[in-house]
């Protein structure tokens, strides 16, 4: 009896010794890695989701080839799906930055801003180009009225060839001032109005002054003389001030479209009507954008690109209608330059040259006056 009891005890000690070999040799279930977890290598300033990813080192075993991904990632679902819709083509070029191609149109996108480039030229979005419920896209506001007229150019389809050239300010209002050189912005903005005047007569277009001389005329008064005018295109002229003496270049802007932000302000005008002039929208942009890319080439200046505001000139218009700010008259070396007779020569060829090249490829459709 004694010696079988001895024998079980030796039997139970062995058993336990097993069981606490085997326990030691475990690894906790904490430590071991899910085979289908990716390690991510740190990258600083970068979010999670866009780290590069470290492949897990395995045992060498069998090459299985990857399957090719059907799909655009998940941040880039939504551009790729707009652009698709345009008939173009997307490439993420990296550093935030993505290309969108069609034809001879290429535009650059960046990621956080709203600065974008058509062709070389800047263009400013009404929304920052953002991730936006994990992906990145254009707002539905910039897929319409940018994206579209970017990479689609509409046919320029005009009621008449006349021009109705509108010389900023003038009478009691001098507008921008460099007191230093004695200039008015209201004196430029007629001079270069009376050149360009000369040079679209000469080619044989119509062309309609709001104003001939140094008088006020109300802001509304002249998009109605531009209506009552048949006006197949309207073009402001201004120059521009600002406190930052280091700002200069040309601008070029647009009517801003209904519920759409204006460049200058970060918020979206819901609650603004559509005026007449958004029924141009498309063509505002194809218009603007020959006008600022020729301007650019031709002076040399900053480009500060096509801008969007609801400047009260264009609210009304019947007809495609911009407004350009050519200069800072605050600029050291920018005003001189536009003070000169030659400079403003220039500046008045090429509106007539970018004006006449867009009048004589528009296809004009009578109306009834």
């Known amino acids: 009896m004694r010696a079988a009891q001895s024998k079980l005890q030796r039997l139970l000690v062995f058993m336990g010794c097993a069981v606490l070999f085997l326990c030691s040799c475990q690894t906790p279930q904490s430590e071991v890695a899910d085979p289908g977890e990716t390690a991510v290598a740190p990258e600083l300033g970068v979010e999670p989701n866009q780290m590069k990813t470290v492949e897990p080192v395995s045992e060498p075993g069998p090459i299985v080839p990857l399957e090719k991904s059907k799909k655009p990632t998940p941040k880039a679902a939504g551009i790729f799906k707009q652009a698709d819709q345009r008939g173009a083509r997307v490439t993420e070029k990296g550093d935030g930055v993505w290309l969108i191609e069609k034809g ?11 600065q974008a480039i058509l062709n070389g030229t800047v263009v400013y979005l009404n929304e920052v180009f953002a991730e936006k419920e994990g992906n990145f896209a254009l707002s539905d506001s910039d897929f319409e ?19 109705v050239l509108d010389p900023g300010h003038g009478g009691a209002e001098p507008g921008s001032v460099n007191r230093s050189l004695s200039i008015l912005e209201k004196d430029l903005n007629l001079d270069v109005s009376l050149r360009l005047q000369k040079l679209m007569e000469e080619n044989g277009f119509k062309v309609v002054l709001t104003r001939y001389n140094d008088r006020l ?27 930052n003496k280091e700002a200069s270049g040309v601008e070029t802007y647009l009517l801003t479209p209904q519920n759409s932000a204006s460049t200058n302000d970060d918020a979206i005008g819901s609650s603004e009507p559509s005026y007449q002039g958004n029924q141009t929208d498309l063509l505002n942009f194809e218009l603007g954008y020959r006008v600022q890319s020729r301007l650019i080439a031709d002076l040399q200046r900053v480009d500060r690109g096509i801008k969007k505001a609801r400047f009260k000139v264009l609210k009304d218009l019947e007809c495609p209608g911009l407004l350009i700010e050519c200069g800072f008259l605050s600029h050291g070396k920018e005003a001189p330059l536009i003070n000169t007779p030659v400079y403003r020569q220039k500046l008045a060829e090429s509106l007539s040259y970018s004006l006449t090249s867009i009048l004589m490829a528009s296809r004009i459709v009578s109306s009834d006056r």
């Open 217 to 243: 005329v109300p802001l509304e008064d002249r998009s109605q003389i531009a209506n009552r005018s048949n006006a197949g295109v309207f073009v402001s002229i201004h120059f521009n001030a600002a406190f």
């Open 145 to 163: 009225y940018t994206l579209r007229p970017a990479l689609d150019p509409p046919e320029i389809v005009l009621r008449s060839k006349t021009v």
């Open 104 to 114: 001879e149109r290429r535009f650059e996108l960046r990621e956080q801003s709203r």
